[in-house]
């Protein structure tokens, strides 16, 4: 495998190695494909709600397919990245390895 530069690359916390960063990213990429390729508006257009977990439709989707309270957990997932007590732990772990794989969006050393 070519060799990465150390400098260059800020790995997320909790990754000291490139190679394992990116064997975990492409592991979980490769796990969720499907889902990470899906677009919001796909969900209403395409019913894709019946592609994930019947566990997660339950937590996401509280009061079954209502048109107006669907969007809200979503909403405060997205804007706060915390997951309900509630919600399965196969959600929780695909949202804590979400955050964790994540690369900092914010610039280092005033670049």
């Not at 390729?37 to 019947?54: A, R, V």
């Not at 994540?102 to 280092?108: E, M």
Request: net charge negative; charged share 25%.
């Amino acid at each position: 495998m070519t060799d990465l530069p150390d400098q260059e690359i800020y790995l997320p916390n909790g990754f000291t190695d490139p190679h394992v960063y990116l064997d975990s990213a492409i592991k979980f990429i490769s796990d969720f494909d499907r889902l990470i390729n899906m677009h919001i508006t796909n969900f209403l257009t395409h019913n894709q709600w019946t592609y994930l977990p019947e566990s997660w439709r339950e937590a996401l989707l509280p009061n079954g397919n209502d048109d107006y309270d669907w969007i809200s957990p979503l909403v405060h997932l997205a804007s706060a990245n915390t997951s309900a007590d509630k919600w399965p732990e196969s959600l929780k772990e695909y949202i804590d390895t979400t955050e964790k794989l994540s690369l900092s969006r914010k610039p280092l050393n005033g670049c």
